[in-house]
C-alpha cells in the first residue's frame, strides 16, 4: 500500500511539472501564445484579457487582431434593431438584437451610453465590427463623432474636421486587409460655396488632412445612405446616378441606380447596405408604400457597369 501510495504521488508530481514546464514555455514565447489564442473566439478573447498583462497586450495589439480577422473569416451572427417606440425620446435610442444562427445571443449593448459626454449619442454606421456614431446634439455647433468597439468597450473620439459644415462623416474598416480603419468626411468647399470637399481621418496616421479638390453632387443623392463596400464609401442616389469614394486611392466616381420603373410615380429605398460581400438595395414604390408588399431587390457589379 505505500509502495503504491509513493508511486502515485510520483506520477502525480510528474503530471504537475510536466504542466509547469508547458506553461513556463508558452508564457516565455510570444509566437507560440499567439498560435494559440489565434485558434480562440472572439468572445474567449475578451475574456482572457484579464488573465494577464501579457495576455491583454497580445489580444490588443493591432497586428494580432488583423491576423485573427484573416484566419476566422466573420459571418453574419445577427441583426441590430433599432427599437422606436412613442415613449423612447427619440435621442436616447435603444437597440434589441435578433440571433440567425440558431443560439439565443445577448446583445453586445442595449444603448449607446459608453462616452463622458452629456448629450445622447445616436448610430450613424456600422461597418465590419465597429460603430460610428455621433452626438444627437451640437456642441458648440458640432457634433461629436465616436468610433466604438461593442465587443471590447472601447472607443475612440475623432477630433472635430476643419471643413464648415458638415454633412456626414463615414466609416472605412476592412480587418482582413488592415487593422486600422480611416474616417471620410464630406463638407462644405472652403472655396466655393456650392461645392463640397472630402477630408480623411486615419487611425494610423492622425489628423484629418484635405483629399483632393472639391465637386459637386447630383441633387437626388443623400449622405446619410451610405455604405463602405468594395474599398469605397458608396451613396445611395434615388435619381439615376450617384457617387461613390475609392477611400484607398481617394477617386471619386459615378455609380448607376436602378431606373425608376414606368408604373411607379416615385421610388423609396427600404434598404441600402452589404451583406456577404455584395452590395444590395431594396426599393419600393413611394407613392404606394403604406399599401403594398411588392418591392425591388437589386446587386452591384463589383465593377459598377450595373
Not at 482582413?176 to 486615419?202: F, G, L, M, R, W
Not at 484635405?210 to 447630383?218: A, I, Q
Not at 477617386?251 to 420603373?261: D, G, I, K, S, V
Request: proline share 7%.
Amino acid at each position: 500500500m505505500i509502495s503504491c501510495k509513493l508511486h502515485r504521488t510520483g506520477d502525480q508530481n510528474s503530471s504537475s511539472t510536466g504542466a509547469q514546464h508547458s506553461s513556463a514555455v508558452i508564457t516565455n514565447s510570444n509566437d507560440l501564445l499567439s498560435e494559440i489564442l489565434l485558434r480562440l473566439p472572439v468572445k474567449s478573447l475578451v475574456r482572457f484579457k484579464s488573465v494577464s498583462k501579457q495576455w491583454l497586450s497580445q489580444i490588443s495589439n493591432p497586428r494580432f487582431t488583423h491576423n485573427h480577422c484573416l484566419r476566422n473569416p466573420s459571418s453574419v451572427s445577427g441583426l441590430f434593431l433599432r427599437i422606436s417606440l412613442i415613449s423612447l425620446p427619440p435621442e436616447k435610442p435603444n437597440f434589441d438584437f435578433i440571433s440567425l444562427d440558431g443560439k439565443p445571443t445577448m446583445a453586445p449593448f442595449k444603448s449607446l451610453m459608453f462616452s463622458d459626454d452629456h448629450e445622447a449619442i445616436d448610430l450613424k454606421q456600422s461597418c465590419n465590427g465597429l460603430l460610428c456614431c455621433r452626438s444627437f446634439r451640437r456642441n458648440r455647433g458640432k457634433h461629436n463623432y465616436y468610433i466604438y468597439n461593442p465587443v471590447t468597450k472601447q472607443y475612440t473620439t475623432l477630433p472635430q474636421p476643419k471643413g464648415i459644415s458638415v454633412f456626414c462623416i463615414h466609416l472605412a474598416f476592412d480587418p482582413q486587409k488592415s487593422p486600422h480603419y480611416k474616417a471620410v468626411c464630406v463638407s462644405k468647399s472652403d472655396t466655393n460655396s456650392e461645392s463640397y470637399q472630402i477630408e480623411i481621418y486615419s487611425s494610423e496616421t492622425g489628423p484629418w488632412r484635405l483629399s483632393k479638390g472639391s465637386f459637386s453632387v447630383p441633387l437626388s443623392l443623400e449622405f446619410d445612405k451610405a455604405v463602405f463596400w468594395n474599398g469605397a464609401i458608396n451613396w445611395y442616389s434615388f435619381g439615376e446616378a450617384s457617387l461613390y469614394f475609392n477611400v484607398d486611392q481617394e477617386c471619386l466616381q459615378t455609380m448607376p441606380m436602378p431606373p425608376l420603373p414606368e408604373k411607379w410615380d416615385t421610388k423609396r429605398c427600404r434598404y441600402f447596405g452589404e451583406s456577404q460581400g455584395h452590395l444590395h438595395l431594396i426599393e419600393m414604390d413611394g407613392y404606394n408604400a403604406p399599401c403594398t408588399t411588392h418591392f425591388d431587390v437589386f446587386e452591384m457589379e463589383r465593377d459598377y457597369s450595373q
